[in-house]
T-cell receptor, first 112, second 112 residues
Framework: GENVEQHPSTLSVQEGDSAVIKCTYSDSASNYFPWYKQELGKRPQLIID?????GEKKDQRIAVTLNKTAKHFSLHITETQPEDSAVYFC???????????FGKGTKLSVIP | EAEVAQSPRYKITEKSQAVAFWCDPI?????LYWYRQILGQGPELLVQ????????DSQLPKDRFSAERLKGVDSTLKIQPAELGDSAMYLC??????????FGQGTRLTVV
């Protein structure tokens, strides 16, 4: 089955700096890559996603890049704010299976 | 805004007892997932339904866990008997085909 590795496990940045979280996946047939943000005690919520026919997608301060050849994708958050502090999970979905496999998460702390 | 409903929000049970969780997905979502999330880790898939059929239960400990979605709408996850190591957050999610998955608030299970 699919295996998703996520790095780093913790990340601390100063407010206003950028944060980058990286994930790799094992199944070359995977075609959908969402990113979820989970605040303490709350449900994971989708913040951005990308499909395999696109190399990059941006939504205001958040962007995701995908390298299909290397089987890795990254989340980029610019101009970080204290409210960006949360745990971020990447995930990958295999073609035709709908199964969504998650990484172990990155705890992002934005220091004011 | 439509949401995935889960109940109960919190459950404390003694080991060896039976426990059940309920999930009502967003209307029209054929795909339903049950995930287990241990504190500090990413969600791990337990079982995935497509309508009323199980499409993946390879990670479900079938000696003690069972799941059903009889009419292809709401779903129940049961543990019998519960063990101390089952303490975790149980998350239900649903999706429409290959679109994004929406999570419920989860059930926090504590086994004592």
């Amino acid at each position: 089955g699919e295996n998703v590795e996520q790095h780093p496990s913790t990340l601390s940045v100063q407010e206003g700096d950028s944060a980058v979280i990286k994930c790799t996946y094992s199944d070359s047939a995977s075609n959908y890559f969402p990113w979820y943000k989970q605040e303490l005690g709350k449900r994971p919520q989708l913040i951005i996603d990308i499909r395999s026919n696109v190399g990059e997608k941006k939504d205001q301060r958040i962007a995701v890049t995908l390298n299909k050849t290397a089987k890795h994708f990254s989340l980029h958050i610019t101009e970080t704010q204290p409210e960006d502090s949360a745990v971020y999970f990447c995930a990958a979905r295999g073609a035709g299976s709908y199964q969504l496999t998650f990484g172990k998460g990155t705890k992002l702390s934005v220091i004011p | 805004e439509a949401e995935v409903a889960q109940s109960p929000r919190y459950k404390i049970t003694e080991k060896s007892q039976a426990v059940a969780f309920w999930c009502d997905p967003i209307s029209g979502h054929a795909t339903l997932y049950w995930y287990r999330q241990i504190l500090g880790q990413g969600p791990e898939l337990l079982v995935q339904f497509q309508d009323e059929s199980v499409v993946d239960d390879s990670q479900l400990p079938k000696d003690r866990f069972s799941a059903e979605r009889l009419k292809g709408v709401d779903s129940t996850l049961k543990i019998q008997p519960a063990e101390l190591g089952d303490s975790a957050m149980y998350l239900c999610a649903s999706s429409l085909g290959t679109a994004e998955a929406f999570f419920g608030q989860g059930t926090r299970l504590t086994v004592v």
